[in-house]
């Protein structure tokens, strides 16, 4: 079976700094791992993946995710935030042993930067 | 391309009434993926198709909800009757398949069910 949890409902950050949305994962094979935005009354906008290969994946509007395997993690980063990154994020995985394209989707983390 | 096309964007009935919301996939996606978005139970994947055959279908809450795919760029999600439990936003999702590796789903706009 396949999971992915997002521990934080909301993070707060300040518009210029760094900010950091939490993403962990269970799998039973390899995971294939993805970030999503969703602005109000929009729907799920892709951000960046993981499948294979380096463990730093750089995506759109500035933003990268690290996949780390021993800690089962694959937290969103971006080096300076915007007012314009306030939004819903959502990461997914699937594993490589499920067949077919379904992702299992986390609960959502609201990001809020603030001027 | 125009992305994946939902529609209603927005549909008010009452009780009772038959819905239906159509899909129309990214031209030569062969993945296609309806969900269900609310306040309570966030994003649930409802059922999904593979080349217009319905792969899984666990999602989907009871018999009252029925989704078709009779051709590649058209789908339909047909709740009958409608309660007011339906309520939520309902997100239609295209995706290629990428050999055994998955490629990123392309999220329609949403259409926002209200049953009164």
């Known amino acids: 079976a396949q999971s992915v949890a997002q521990p934080e409902d909301q993070v707060n950050v300040a518009e210029g700094n760094p900010l950091t949305v939490k993403c962990t994962y269970s799998v039973s094979g390899n995971p294939y791992l993805f970030w999503y935005v969703q602005y109000p009354n929009r729907g799920l906008q892709f951000l960046l993946k993981?499948?294979?290969?380096?463990?730093l994946v750089k995506g759109s509007y500035g933003f990268e995710a690290e996949f780390n395997k021993s800690q089962t993690s694959f937290h969103l980063k971006k080096p300076s935030a915007l007012v314009s990154d306030s939004a819903l994020y959502f990461c997914?995985?699937?594993?490589?042993?499920?067949?077919?394209?379904?992702?299992?989707f986390g609960g959502g983390t609201r990001l809020m930067v603030k001027p | 391309d125009a992305g994946v096309i939902q529609s209603p964007r927005h549909e008010v009935t009452e009780m009772g009434q038959e819905v239906t919301l159509r899909c129309k996939p990214i031209?030569?996606?062969?993945?296609l993926f309806w969900y269900r978005q609310t306040m309570m139970r966030g994003l649930e994947l409802l059922i999904y198709?593979?080349?217009?055959?319905?792969?899984?279908d666990s999602g989907m809450p009871e018999d009252r909800f029925s989704a078709k795919m009779p051709n590649a760029s058209f789908s339909t999600l047909k709740i009958q009757p409608s309660e007011p439990r339906d309520s939520a936003v309902y997100f239609c999702?295209?995706?290629?398949?990428?050999?055994?590796?998955?490629?990123?789903?392309?999220f329609g706009p949403g259409t926002r069910l209200t049953v009164l």
């Open positions: 198709f593979n080349n217009n055959v319905p792969i899984d």
């Open positions: 999702a295209s995706s290629a398949g990428q050999g055994i590796l998955p490629g990123e789903q392309f």
């Open positions: 993981y499948i294979t290969g380096d463990n």
């Open positions: 031209s030569g996606h062969d993945y």
């Open positions: 997914a995985v699937r594993d490589s042993h499920n067949a077919g394209n379904m992702l299992t």
